[in-house]
């Protein structure tokens, strides 16, 4: 379910890299936390280096609350760092 995510949203302008984690699962309960497609989402994190323009952040938050039927106080977007090429 993430590479999905990840493959979408860097495939929309102005995203650039991104990287996601998807929870899952009773949210009062971390020791059952899971991730796994049969549970429901209670929260995203999105890195994306495209994170600094509120514009990206407003598409990819809606994106995402469209997609997994999520509050936008579920979803945390950080902005990617530039890695440093080999």
């Not at 302008?13 to 989402?41: A, P, Q, Y």
Request: glycine share 8%; aromatic share 2%.
């Amino acid at each position: 379910m993430e590479s999905r995510l990840e493959e979408l949203l860097s495939n929309v302008e102005g995203v650039g890299e991104v990287e996601v984690i998807i929870m899952t699962g009773d949210e009062g309960n971390t020791e059952n936390f899971s991730i796994s497609s049969k549970n429901e989402v209670t929260g995203v994190l999105v890195a994306a280096q495209g994170a600094g323009s509120a514009v990206t952040v407003q598409n990819i938050q809606q994106a995402i609350m469209a997609l997994f039927q999520i509050d936008a106080n579920k979803i945390r977007l950080k902005k990617m760092s530039l890695r440093n090429p080999l």
